[in-house]
């Protein structure tokens, strides 16, 4: 894949997740979705960027498999002019702008795989 990052495949040799494949399976799954998708490292962890801009980090401080759906670092102040509406249910708002998706397992994500690849897509572009 060309938009994978060699940084992030050196981080994800020393990651020690329980969830480790899974990061793994979603994480290319993310890659996949569009080519215009790439990595890199923030947060201590994969984050993936749309025309470069941060969109979409994995937090790996949970036992379970949690991406962070942001519009880059710092929380935008912005609510009367952005608005996503997420017709999958996946996911869990934190503020305005951002929101976490929580997967339990590998199972659960492949069951949830195409809503969440659909998600994705067009939250990089909103």
């Given at each position: 894949?060309?938009?994978?990052?060699?940084?992030?495949?050196?981080?994800?040799?020393?990651?020690?997740?329980?969830?480790?494949?899974?990061?793994?399976?979603?994480?290319?799954?993310?890659?996949?979705?569009?080519?215009?998708?790439?990595?890199?490292?923030?947060?201590?962890?994969?984050?993936?960027?749309?025309?470069?801009?941060?969109?979409?980090?994995?937090q790996?401080?949970?036992?379970?498999?949690?991406?962070?759906?942001?519009?880059?670092?710092?929380?935008?102040?912005?609510?009367?002019?952005?608005?996503?509406?997420?017709?999958?249910?996946?996911?869990?708002?934190?503020?305005?702008?951002?929101?976490?998706?929580?997967?339990?397992d590998?199972?659960?994500?492949?069951?949830?795989?195409?809503?969440?690849?659909?998600?994705?897509?067009?939250?990089?572009?909103?």
């Amino acid at each position: 894949m060309t938009n994978q990052s060699d940084k992030v495949d050196q981080l994800m040799e020393k990651v020690d997740h329980p969830q480790k494949e899974a990061v793994e399976y979603l994480r290319s799954a993310i890659l996949q979705a569009d080519p215009k998708i790439t990595e890199q490292v923030k947060w201590n962890a994969p984050s993936f960027c749309y025309d470069g801009v941060d969109r979409v980090t994995f937090q790996l401080k949970s036992t379970d498999i949690q991406l962070i759906l942001h519009r880059g670092a710092k929380v935008k102040d912005d609510t009367g002019t952005f608005s996503f509406v997420d017709d999958t249910g996946l996911m869990q708002w934190r503020s305005s702008d951002r929101a976490v998706v929580t997967f339990k397992d590998l199972d659960d994500i492949k069951e949830s795989e195409p809503a969440f690849i659909a998600l994705v897509k067009r939250w990089v572009k909103a």
